[in-house]
């Protein structure tokens, strides 16, 4: 019990494993009482703002994992994935040090506190010494958005073949024994380079980076014969549209409403 921002729970603490759900976007997480040389924030020191908090929380859950094999898994509000200003250079400061392992986009209503969607940022300090496969420079996106099951108007879980296929997504990319080949699929998931990271401007939003989902109603037609096909549909709409105005108009002018 305690505040570990403030008052550090753990000094000393060098874990295997950091699996945390902390307060989303907490303002007054304690920046007029921590040092200005405070070693825990080595990214970079965050404003005394919601997403500062959330960048505090992330770098106090670094500090205390091993350097050579540590792993965090946290849930974050989204806007960490693309706040500019102060976090955003955290965020690349982190990103270049290359322990981002994953980005998970979840759906919204996942939680009895808060309706906002979330996503599960998850960092390796052992990206070529841990047990699975070298993946330096490489950060894996998941797109989970439209992943849930409704349990009523305002709450939403995953089912356990949501999380079935999310989890082995991410086994798969670390190579993991007794699992598939991985591979990206547009959509839903994608390796990533640090590099491919740099040109989205340090952005995490894992959609930009999967892509959009193929449409079931997308067909073989070329563009061009399509946008023709459809533009003289749209010319006729809008010729019916013009005749049932006029239609419209001498109906009402047959009533005595001449001003129309």
Known sequence: LGDSIRDDQHKGLEADYVITNPPFNEKEWGKNAVAD???????????????????????????????????????????????????GDIRQNIVEDDILDTIIALPGDLFYTTSIPVCVWIFSKGKEADKYRDRPGETLFIDARDMSEEINKSLNRLTAEHVEQISETVRAYRGEKNTQEYYDE??????????????????????????????????????????DRLTEALAGQFEENDVLEQQIKKNLQNLGYDEV
């Open 37 to 87: 040389d405070d070693p825990r924030f080595k990214y970079g020191m965050p404003r005394a703002s919601k997403q500062g908090g959330n960048f505090a929380f992330i770098q106090h859950m670094l500090s205390h994992v091993n350097d050579e094999t540590g792993m965090v898994g946290t849930v974050m509000a989204n806007g960490s994935l693309s706040v500019q200003s102060k976090e």
């Open 186 to 227: 547009k959509g839903f998931c994608k390796v990533a380079t640090i590099d491919e990271i740099r040109d989205q401007n340090w952005v995490l939003t894992p959609g930009r980076y999967a892509g959009v989902k193929q449409s079931s109603f997308d067909d073989d037609e070329p563009f061009d014969e399509k946008m």
